[in-house]
């Protein structure tokens, strides 16, 4: 069974660009969720799709959007990059979406701002 | 707000046993997860506690008080392999994960 898939691993972008991020939950899987990961702060959840419906949002400015295919798969998008967006962007998918089963993680996406 | 908070670093010996300790303060509670995450690696699941008690697993145990908002993860014999970050996290509602800033782990032999 694939694990969760996230496209690209690495990405390097100049301030005031966009980018767009990609998922592939594994297979079955209808809950995706979207976290920050720096140095500083850790891991910062973003927002959370089930079913193309996003539930759960976190503290991040408009900026940053995503959505979800009927497919499950997800994208994230950022727009007006700043510096301190510089992050590895992680997916996470559940089975359940129901916060009681475990999430599994992709590799990330390392995003670089200059 | 949220708040989760875990110890920024750690250091044990091979073959010792290691406490990681966890306390929260958030609006909800729906489990506390403990993950691994090894440098430059996806973050991977280790436990899930809802009730309070310990859960073992392996050389790996998990315990949680709802009362007093604490959690740890306790890992025994350690190897060399268990260097890593380890996070603690809890779900709020949907699939929410709010992250503790992680405790990095040093295994020397």
């Known amino acids: 069974k694939a694990g969760v898939t996230q496209t690209p691993r690495y990405l390097i972008k100049t301030r005031g660009q966009q980018v767009t991020l990609s998922c592939s939950p594994i297979?079955?899987?209808?809950?995706v969720s979207w976290y920050q990961q720096t140095p500083g702060q850790g891991l910062q959840f973003l927002f959370e799709?089930?079913?193309?419906?996003?539930?759960n949002k976190g503290n991040f400015p408009g900026r940053f959007s995503g959505r979800q295919f009927s497919n499950s798969r997800s994208e994230m998008n950022v727009s007006t990059l700043e510096l301190g967006d510089s992050a590895l962007y992680l997916c996470?998918?559940?089975?359940?979406?129901?916060?009681?089963?475990?999430?599994?993680f992709g590799q990330g996406t390392r995003l670089t701002v200059v | 707000g949220q708040n989760i908070d875990q110890p920024t670093e750690m250091t044990a010996t091979e073959g010792a046993i290691v406490q990681i300790n966890c306390t929260y303060q958030?609006?909800?509670?729906?489990?506390l997860f403990w993950y691994q995450q090894h440098a430059g690696e996806a973050p991977t699941f280790l436990s899930y506690?809802?009730?309070?008690g310990l859960e073992e697993k392996g050389r790996f145990s998990s315990f949680l008080s709802r009362s007093k908002g604490y959690s740890y993860l306790l890992l025994k014999e350690l190897q060399m392999k268990d260097s890593a970050s380890y996070l603690c996290?809890?779900?709020?509602?949907?699939?929410?994960?709010?992250f503790g800033k992680g405790t990095s782990l040093l295994v020397t032999p």
């Open positions: 297979s079955g899987h209808r809950s």
């Open positions: 996290a809890v779900s709020l509602s949907g699939y929410a994960l709010n």
């Open positions: 958030t609006s909800g509670f729906n489990g």
């Open positions: 996470a998918s559940s089975s359940t979406g129901q916060g009681t089963t475990e999430a599994f």
């Open positions: 799709y089930f079913s193309e419906t996003q539930r």
């Open positions: 506690n809802v009730l309070d």
